[in-house]
């Protein structure tokens, strides 16, 4: 099964007010949680598809540490703040620019997108990307489960229902999967994200529903000159898991 993980637009700095890091929210941690663990249950690929400002691109290491087998960043420049609350109450341009890249990038399964969006929890971005990749939506997902080589059976919810519909691939879904097991970054991972071992490819070119995306470049983090290791003494997984956001906090890398 091959997977594609639209996240959250990153937004500048001037926007956030933020000046240290930025994290993944855990709206992404959950979609692309669930992404991982459908690989390792079924097996198949699973793509990351970021985009947003280009200050803000030092979360994509913290992306590859949850090892996603490729990650392609769309730029999107936002000059102001006007600029920036246009582009909140027009969604059309950006959903057209994230159809065409998807359509570039490959054939996907799923296109999985978190409860949040440009648009806050709605689901304007998700049905907007469904509607110009001409693809079935299914929305708040609980739970997604492969029954054939072409169907998936899916577990919507709504605020006081549950129910379970059907649907060939390939499809858009917004997850409301509360329940994934939380799914922590290997050391072996972290050591490659963080030390200059893996490539995001951007992209660039025109943003129309019918224009191309080119590669522009491929980023790599700058290597850490640190290269000490540093052993867990936990009794059990979740000890060590604990004691590893605690050290990747101490560090600025990670939540």
């Not at 690989?39 to 985009?51: C, M, P």
């Not at 950006?94 to 065409?100: F, Y």
């Not at 709504?158 to 329940?179: K, M, Q, R, W």
Request: glycine residues 6%.
């Amino acid at each position: 099964m091959t997977i594609l993980v639209i996240l959250k637009e990153f937004l500048p700095d001037f926007l956030t007010g933020q000046e240290e890091r930025t994290h993944l929210c855990d709206s992404d941690k959950q979609v692309l949680s669930e992404a991982l663990h459908l690989r390792n249950e079924i097996s198949g690929q699973v793509t990351v598809l970021a985009y947003g400002s280009m200050d803000r691109e030092d979360i994509l290491s913290e992306i590859w540490s949850y090892a996603p087998d490729q990650v392609f960043m769309l730029p999107k420049n936002i000059p102001g703040r006007d600029a920036a609350c246009e582009g909140s109450v027009n969604l059309i341009p950006t959903a057209q620019a994230l159809a065409s890249a998807v359509r570039q990038i490959g054939a996907f399964d799923l296109i999985l997108l978190g409860r949040q969006a440009v648009d806050g929890d709605s689901l304007h971005m998700a049905s907007l990307i469904s509607h110009y990749l001409d693809l079935p939506l299914l929305p708040y997902t609980r739970d997604i489960s492969r029954i054939s080589d072409q169907k998936l059976e899916a577990v919507c919810i709504d605020d006081h229902f549950s129910y379970t519909v059907n649907v060939s691939f390939p499809a858009v879904v917004v997850s409301h999967n509360d329940n994934v097991p939380p799914r922590y970054p290997r050391m072996a991972d972290i050591r490659k994200a963080y030390g200059g071992r893996c490539n995001t490819r951007y992209l660039s070119g025109q943003t129309k529903a019918t224009g191309t995306l080119t590669l522009l470049q491929e980023y790599s983090p700058e290597p850490e000159s640190n290269t000490d290791t540093i052993f867990l003494s936990g009794s059990n997984d979740q000890e060590k898991a604990e004691q590893l956001l605690a050290l990747l906090r101490s560090m600025g890398c990670c939540l």
